[in-house]
């Protein structure tokens, strides 16, 4: 006869068992469903983005194309090209497929989201440019259409992106993007950089390596087949023309529109005086109010002080306090030269 303690004992570890893997809700077997359901969420909604892109660039988007930018096999893709038709986002003819009234306005939606993340990142986070991508790409997926309307109200309504990419209206219009790549730009031309394209990560992160952002005035110097040589932001600098093609500018033909390049600050000389002439629109955010509530603002007397072993950061001295700042900062401030040897 089996104890009457011990068949208590076991059928409540079978009951926790078996609640624990299909309790409604909450059991492992509807929380597996529900994990399968929003990773196919994730790859249908970049999918759609894909799609959109290439469109909207008037490049062909083959399946192979597809599969690769999801980093999922081409059987994979497949069968999401099929399960985006019977969701009626796409419309399939042949070996093609393009996006119908609905997969438009849901990848739109999807590139605003993308967009507003990568802007509040970039304004409200001390996260490097490097990271905006790929965070904004993790949380496009997690924020729901009211949070994402809501922090587009905090943050002003942007109409671009950190990179100058148009953000998408709540209607589902995308404003068009102006401009010429740089390497198209002739010797001689200055130009406003409008965007800067933040795909593939290795070319953006050389940009990024070498200082440009945004607004950013640009002197064509030199061009040819191999390289394309610009003045920017009190350097010179050398792009292939694959990696300066990714930078989009605004030609200026008007004298009045080319604006008089500043000496930024981490050029300054130690022990000279310097005014500051104005802050970068590289600079954003907390970055940015950070430096402005310790004086860093037009008109500014600073004297370089004391550089640190390895050279940076710098310490400055600002209305009478020393105040040390990176190297990757004091570029992004600019100055120009005073008489006298202090800030009295």
Not at 138 to 165: K, M, S
Not at 287 to 297: A, K, P, S
């Given at each position: 006869?089996?104890?009457?303690?011990?068949?208590?004992?076991?059928?409540?570890?079978?009951?926790s068992?078996?609640?624990?893997?299909?309790?409604?809700?909450?059991?492992?077997?509807?929380?597996?469903?529900?994990?399968?359901k929003?990773?196919?969420?994730?790859i249908v909604?970049?999918?759609?983005?894909?799609?959109?892109?290439?469109?909207?660039?008037?490049?062909?988007?083959?399946?192979?194309?597809?599969?690769?930018?999801?980093?999922?096999?081409?059987?994979?893709?497949?069968?999401?090209?099929?399960?985006?038709?019977?969701?009626?986002?796409?419309?399939?003819?042949?070996?093609?497929?393009?996006?119908?009234?609905?997969?438009?306005?849901?990848?739109l939606?999807?590139?605003?989201?993308?967009?507003?993340?990568?802007r509040?990142?970039?304004?409200?986070?001390?996260?490097?440019?490097?990271?905006?991508?790929?965070?904004?790409?993790?949380l496009?997926?997690?924020?729901?259409?009211?949070?994402?309307?809501?922090l587009?109200?905090?943050?002003?309504?942007?109409?671009v992106?950190?990179?100058?990419?148009?953000?998408?209206?709540?209607?589902g219009?995308?404003?068009?993007?102006?401009?010429?790549?740089?390497?198209?730009?002739?010797?001689?031309?200055?130009?406003?950089?409008?965007?800067?394209?933040?795909?593939?990560?290795?070319?953006?992160h050389?940009?990024?390596?070498?200082?440009?952002?945004?607004?950013?005035?640009?002197?064509?110097?030199?061009?040819?087949?191999?390289?394309?040589?610009?003045?920017?932001?009190?350097?010179?600098?050398?792009?292939a023309?694959?990696f300066?093609?990714n930078?989009?500018?605004?030609?200026?033909?008007?004298?009045?529109?080319?604006?008089?390049?500043?000496?930024?600050?981490s050029?300054a000389?130690m022990?000279?005086?310097?005014?500051?002439k104005?802050?970068?629109r590289?600079?954003?955010?907390?970055?940015?109010?950070?430096?402005?509530d310790?004086?860093?603002?037009?008109g500014?007397?600073v004297?370089?002080?004391?550089?640190?072993?390895?050279?940076?950061?710098?310490?400055?001295?600002?209305r009478?306090?020393?105040?040390?700042?990176?190297?990757?900062?004091?570029?992004?401030?600019?100055?120009?030269?005073?008489?006298?040897?202090?800030?009295?």
């Amino acid at each position: 006869m089996i104890d009457p303690v011990i068949a208590l004992v076991v059928g409540s570890i079978v009951t926790s068992i078996v609640t624990f893997i299909f309790f409604p809700e909450k059991g492992l077997i509807s929380r597996y469903k529900r994990a399968n359901k929003d990773q196919q969420r994730v790859i249908v909604e970049d999918a759609l983005k894909h799609i959109f892109d290439c469109e909207h660039n008037n490049e062909s988007c083959p399946k192979t194309g597809l599969a690769l930018k999801l980093n999922i096999s081409e059987d994979k893709a497949e069968e999401f090209i099929r399960l985006l038709e019977t969701m009626d986002l796409i419309k399939i003819d042949g070996n093609s497929f393009e996006l119908t009234k609905e997969g438009r306005e849901y990848a739109l939606r999807v590139i605003r989201t993308h967009r507003l993340l990568e802007r509040y990142l970039a304004d409200e986070t001390s996260l490097h440019a490097n990271d905006w991508h790929n965070e904004a790409e993790r949380l496009e997926h997690e924020v729901t259409q009211d949070q994402i309307e809501n922090l587009a109200a905090q943050l002003g309504n942007p109409v671009v992106d950190p990179h100058g990419d148009p953000i998408p209206t709540a209607n589902g219009h995308l404003p068009k993007l102006d401009g010429v790549p740089l390497d198209q730009m002739e010797t001689g031309q200055v130009g406003k950089i409008l965007h800067i394209e933040d795909e593939p990560s290795t070319i953006y992160h050389q940009l990024n390596a070498i200082g440009l952002f945004k607004w950013m005035q640009v002197h064509v110097l030199e061009k040819t087949e191999t390289k394309i040589k610009f003045y920017a932001n009190d350097e010179v600098h050398i792009l292939a023309p694959e990696f300066a093609h990714n930078v989009t500018v605004q030609v200026l033909e008007n004298e009045n529109d080319i604006i008089q390049e500043f000496k930024s600050l981490s050029k300054a000389r130690m022990g000279k005086p310097v005014k500051i002439k104005n802050l970068s629109r590289g600079l954003r955010g907390k970055q940015r109010r950070r430096l402005m509530d310790l004086g860093l603002v037009p008109g500014t007397i600073v004297i370089p002080e004391l550089k640190s072993k390895s050279g940076n950061p710098v310490a400055y001295k600002i209305r009478g306090a020393s105040i040390a700042i990176r190297n990757d900062q004091a570029d992004l401030i600019y100055i120009e030269d005073v008489e006298g040897d202090n800030n009295e």
